[in-house]
């Protein structure tokens, strides 16, 4: 095994082996590049010296012959006294990681070879000042020294000559400044700063395959989700210097503007500096197009450099150069970050150059950037006050008046008002404040509790969980650390950040999503190029994906938004959203009836009611299909809570004017306690225990998709069926079901080709849906429920008590709420598709849960063979744009 690479051995192909920085370098180099001769040592070292605390034994070796190699290329020898070589030593991982040491630069100075410099570069003052850094960086990164101790001794170096600025030491006063760091490394890490080369370059080493293990690197890891053993590269390269006088500098640069994606001259230049100078922002850089008047000649080359690597790394790099005494030299490149909106206008500029496909294209866009792209955004929100930090749940900004009920927030934005909901949680009967609102503030909660998922399903801001304000809605107020926001004050919240202003904070709205609602197109004017872009990304998604997108919807209103943005069907409508508001009474109704009558009453009362809704939903969704799914809640949502009920019970007790219809109620809610209402009676089981709930439901659904027919319109519903655990449950119901259709279909003389499917999303369910496979026509996935269920985890509860716990120590990344856990749910949801066609090849397959719109899951459904995704209608484009690039 080979552990060294000379940068004219590798290629930027071989990240994993000589990580992102080496595989460039070498990429340059046999571009042909101007790139300091060097050499990179293998990731696969790293693992060797942590596996076993040593480093291989033939690395000591290999690294010799590469130096030697490079010396007799240089010619001259590391640290050699009237001439020294001078090394830099930097880390370079697979992936860029900020915890991890950066560079030691310098390396091969000592007391002897510092006069060697001094002559070689005629310059005293530089070669002291090369030494102090060397010390400085080599203390603290390889030795431990605190850092501080050596700026504390530069400033006092400073103000003991008067002075401010470190150009203003000269030589005599580096000269003693680096005796000082001397007597502080030895201090402070218990041994004398090494004198011979090798030694410092070895250590420098060592130090580089240690950094991989700090807390910080294995922090940002686990948060980043990048794996603990792929080690780091170290690269050693020979040393240039851009502090060689007013014809040197150093700079960095884009190959275009990373902020627009635009073509031009973009970066910063500081003349007589070294790279950190410009980090620290010690002096003011230049416009790179300056340099152009200060060394036209390497301008001329650098801009050549620039396009030469473009179209060979077809993509937009961000360089990092040194000028040496009028000597261009590049130190790196990569593929460069940039903003969203840049993502989407580089890709398609790339196309129209000819230098990438439209497939590959969607690889440079994700739907994080497209979801980026699509929520109004505040301005300038520095100058505001910070209230406070909650859980970002729905991105999105939104500026308001604070209202503390729902009452007020429909009462107040009647009148015109922009209002925010604030409250400790929301709960169903908060959802017409919550329709009302511009956004949903509450203090607790996680990001799948009910604020935030009726949130995100609006496409509404919401900030879940911020803990540190105190509501209290019977004051109308809130406090937060000691300050109290009244009813009517103004607030302003972002949903992408989880950050809460006192004050208003100036939005801007999203011209992507004017564009997917149809307000504006995608013309050519400048304003118009991030919709052009997005537009021609989206076409080419469409084209290749093979995933179909529906949407979770339940009112004509989200399904024509859902159309727009490209739904092709509902997946989810979910019918206890329709039993809401006025309607509340009548489901009481419904649920106290004692007799057969009172039920039926109650039953034919809803029946009308929820026909009119099918019928508002299958004509805006005319020709596409609707899944519908039949009630699933545990039926003390529809009730009143009941410690205010007892409460009420009692006072009016006490006052002896207790009502009968009170007293009923609070027995019934006795009765429906549960201790566990999402494991109760809920789902499939109140359709088997309610005589005619389902039965109407269906009846319901039938005679609107009959009267849509009549309309010449094409409804197209598909009945599910929630919870089910086995198919026992899921005949019993399709039986009464059936039945109904066919009464409908008889009166109405109509064939209405109701197909007839369930939910998978219980455990037992996926066990064993080859045998729910025979009585349904269909599957849907309910990851929510089956993320509850499978690891155990309260989706109301556990993201606002212990996953921030999990999170920090790492046991995920990211909630197995948010993205589908492959391992665990994901491989149920595997072996059930595969189950489920065995028994019924035509079987339909999808998901609904919050997870089919959420991007990484979208490419795992891709792999799984699910037919379609459905999420909120916001989520559409961004689940369009995942399945396009899941297949291209
Ligand atoms: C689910 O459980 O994934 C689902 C879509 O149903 P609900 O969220 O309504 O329980
Ligand atoms: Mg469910």
């Known amino acids: 095994e080979k552990f060294v690479y000379d940068f004219t051995e590798g290629n930027k192909d071989l990240k994993d082996l000589l990580g992102g920085k080496g595989a460039n370098l070498a990429e340059m180099t046999n571009l042909g590049l101007p790139v300091p001769p060097g050499f990179t040592i293998t990731t696969e070292a790293c693992k060797v010296y942590l596996d076993s605390g040593e480093e291989p034994t033939e690395l000591r070796a290999e690294v010799s012959a590469h130096l030697d190699a490079l010396e007799a290329r240089m010619g001259k020898k590391l640290g050699q006294a009237d001439d020294p070589l001078l090394v830099s030593v930097r880390s370079?991982?697979?992936?860029?990681?900020?915890?991890?040491?950066?560079?030691?630069?310098?390396?091969?100075?000592?007391?002897?070879?510092?006069?060697?410099?001094t002559a070689q570069a005629g310059d005293e003052r530089f070669a002291w000042d090369s030494y102090r850094r060397l010390i400085q960086m080599f203390g603290k990164t390889v030795l431990g020294v605190d850092g501080d101790l050596f700026e504390e001794a530069l400033e006092a170096a400073k103000e003991a000559k008067g002075v401010t600025v470190d150009v203003d030491l000269d030589a005599a006063d580096l000269k003693k400044l680096v005796g000082r760091f001397k007597e502080i490394v030895a201090r402070d890490a218990g041994r004398e700063f090494p004198q011979d080369p090798r030694e410092q370059m070895d250590l420098a080493i060592k130090a580089v395959f240690d950094s991989w293990n700090t807390d910080r690197a294995k922090l940002y890891r686990r948060q980043e989700r990048i794996p603990g053993d792929l080690g780091t590269a170290v690269n050693v390269c020979s040393m240039v210097f851009g502090n060689l006088g007013p014809d040197s500098g150093t700079g960095v640069a884009f190959t275009r503007d990373p902020a627009s994606g635009h073509q031009?001259?973009?970066?910063?230049?500081l003349q007589n500096a070294q790279g950190e100078d410009v980090v620290a922002g010690i002096r003011n850089t230049v416009p790179l197009a300056e340099l152009e008047s200060i060394d036209k000649k390497s301008y001329d080359q650098l801009m050549q450099?620039?396009?030469?690597?473009?179209?060979?790394?077809?993509?937009?790099?961000?360089?990092?150069?040194?000028?040496?005494?009028?000597?261009?030299?590049?130190?790196?490149?990569?593929?460069?970050?940039?903003?969203?909106?840049a993502a989407f206008r580089i890709a398609t500029q790339l196309v129209d150059q000819g230098l990438i496909d439209e497939a590959e294209a969607l690889q440079r866009v994700n739907g994080a950037q497209l979801a980026q792209l699509m929520f109004p955004r505040f301005d300038d929100e520095a100058t505001t006050e910070l209230l406070g930090r909650g859980i970002a749940a729905s991105p999105g900004a939104a500026v308001g008046k604070a209202v503390f009920d729902s009452y007020t927030a429909i009462k107040w934005s009647r009148s015109g008002e922009k209002v925010i909901l604030i409250r400790r949680e929301t709960n169903p009967d908060d959802l017409d404040g919550m329709i009302a609102a511009e956004a949903i503030l509450t203090s607790r909660g996680g990001k799948t509790s009910h604020a935030a998922v009726v949130a995100r399903g609006m496409g509404k801001t919401c900030v879940c969980g911020a803990e540190d304000l105190e509501v209290d809605t019977k004051r109308r107020r809130m406090t937060v650390g000691g300050r109290v926001i009244e009813e009517g004050d103004v607030v302003s919240i972002d949903g992408s950040t989880g950050k809460v202003y006192l004050g208003e904070v100036p939005v801007v709205p999203s011209p992507v999503v004017e564009y997917f609602e149809g307000r504006m197109h995608a013309g050519a004017d400048d304003a118009d190029e991030l919709v052009a872009a997005v537009h021609r990304i989206m076409a080419y998604a469409d084209r290749v994906r093979r995933l179909r997108v529906r949407a979770n919807a339940d009112n004509a209103e989200d399904a024509l938004r859902a159309r727009r943005f490209g739904a092709q069907g509902i997946g989810l409508c979910r019918t206890e959203h329709m039993f809401l508001g006025e309607r509340r009474e009548m489901v009481e109704k419904l649920i106290l009836a004692d007799t057969?009558?009172?039920?039926?009453?109650?039953?034919?009362?809803?029946?009308?009611?929820?026909?009119?809704?099918?019928?508002?939903?299958?004509?805006?969704?005319d020709g596409l299909p609707v899944t519908v799914r039949l009630l699933d809640p545990p039926l003390h949502e529809f009730l009143p809570d009941i410690t205010e009920l007892s409460v009420r019970v009692a006072l009016a007790e006490s006052r002896k004017d207790a009502n009968e219809n009170d007293l009923r109620l609070l027995q019934a809610v006795h009765k429906l306690h549960e201790q566990n209402p999402m494991l109760g009676l809920r789902g499939v089981r109140l359709g088997l225990v309610i005589p005619g709930l389902f039965a109407m439901q269906v009846r319901a659904i039938a005679e609107a998709a009959a009267e849509r027919k009549n309309a010449k319109g094409d409804p197209r519903a598909e009945i599910m069926i929630p919870l089910v655990g086995t198919v026992q449950e899921l005949e019993i119901v399709r039986e009464e079901a059936d039945q109904v259709i066919a009464e409908v279909e008889a009166a109405t003389g109509t064939r209405l080709k109701l197909t007839i499917g369930t939910m998978i999303e219980l455990p037992r369910a996926a066990l064993t849906a080859g045998q729910i496979a025979e009585a349904a026509q269909f599957f849907s996935f309910g990851t929510n429920d089956l993320t509850q269920t499978v690891w155990g985890f309260s989706r109301d509860d556990v993201e606002a008590s212990f996953f921030t716990a999990y999170l920090e120590k790492g046991i995920f990344g990211v909630s197995p709420f948010e993205t589908i856990d492959k391992d665990g749910v994901g491989s149920l949801v595997r072996s059930a598709v595969a189950a489920g066609r065995a028994t019924r090849p035509d079987l339909k397959l999808g998901v609904c849960g919050e997870h089919g719109g959420d991007p990484e899951s979208v490419h795992f459904f891709h792999e799984v063979g699910l037919d379609y995704v459905s999420c909120s209608p916001f989520r559409i484009p961004v689940a369009r744009l995942e399945a396009g690039r899941a297949a291209a």
């Open 92 to 117: 370079g991982a697979k992936f860029s990681m900020p915890g991890m040491m950066d560079t030691v630069l310098n390396i091969g100075l000592s007391d002897e070879s510092v006069a060697g410099l």
């Open 264 to 269: 031009g001259v973009y970066g910063d230049y």
């Open 305 to 341: 450099i620039m396009e030469t690597l473009e179209t060979h790394y077809k993509d937009l790099c961000d360089i990092e150069f040194t000028i040496e005494r009028g000597q261009l030299w590049m130190l790196q490149t990569r593929v460069g970050k940039r903003t969203a909106g």
């Open 596 to 621: 057969d009558a009172e039920r039926e009453t109650a039953l034919e009362e809803l029946l009308p009611l929820q026909k009119a809704d099918f019928i508002e939903l299958f004509e805006a969704m």
